[in-house]
């Protein structure tokens, strides 16, 4: 039996899912669950981060490896049409601005699909086909390329290795503002939350609460 790669141990590729928990990435076994999606806020600040969430989600889900290119086209099917396409295309201008998200379009315009096409976004004046998520473990992952490179060329190790430093510092910088953002949705959810009420009895006013009836 060939050695598993270490992408593709389920362990080693946690990531938010379309619901926004946290679960292992299922890239290597070719699953695709339908994870119930909570229903959206209509606190325009929660709804952005929600939305956030499901797509940096599908990304990671629909990613051949960690990093890699995903088309729009796969994304929109992939996070489903309970979301307003208004409200996707809203937060993917917004992440096109974030320096570890990319929105790009397809050079050869004759490869697109009418599918393609249709899930196109449009930032600036240009459409654009593709998005790329850099996330912890894709940086990790660059800075053990790194690594092992440095290895491989004592020339230019030392180089090598301050890239690697470099890329383990952005890994590291990603999971900050993730954790920041989930902070961040679960703050403003529990402001809005409806307190639960006591069941338990309370004294009619004026009343000796001894001689209330007990339910």
Do not use: C
């Not at 695709?32 to 325009?44: G, K, Y």
């Not at 004046?125 to 996330?135: G, Y």
């Amino acid at each position: 039996t060939a050695p598993m790669s270490p992408w593709s141990a389920p362990a080693m590729r946690p990531t938010w899912t379309v619901s926004g928990y946290w679960s292992p990435a299922p890239w290597d076994r070719g699953e695709r669950p339908e994870v119930p999606a909570e229903p959206l806020s209509d606190n325009p600040e929660i709804r952005a981060l929600q939305v956030e969430n499901r797509i940096r989600a599908a990304v990671v889900e629909l990613e051949r490896e960690p990093g890699g290119l995903v088309a729009l086209a796969d994304l929109r099917k992939r996070i489903g049409d309970d979301i307003p396409r208004a409200d996707v295309d809203r937060v993917l201008l917004e992440l096109s601005r974030s320096p570890d998200v990319r929105v790009e379009p397809e050079s050869n315009q004759k490869a697109l699909t009418g599918a393609d096409r249709d899930a196109a976004v449009v930032i600036g004046v240009k459409p654009r086909h593709f998005i790329t998520v850099e996330t912890a473990e894709s940086y990790r992952r660059k800075a053990a390329q790194a690594r092992r490179q440095a290895e491989l060329n004592p020339v230019s190790a030392g180089s090598l290795m301050r890239d690697a430093e470099r890329f383990e510092a952005e890994a590291a910088r990603v999971e900050r503002e993730d954790a920041a953002r989930q902070a961040r949705l679960a703050a403003l959810s529990a402001e809005g939350a409806v307190p639960v009420a006591d069941p338990s009895p309370r004294p009619l006013p004026g009343a000796d609460p001894r001689l209330q009836l007990v339910q």
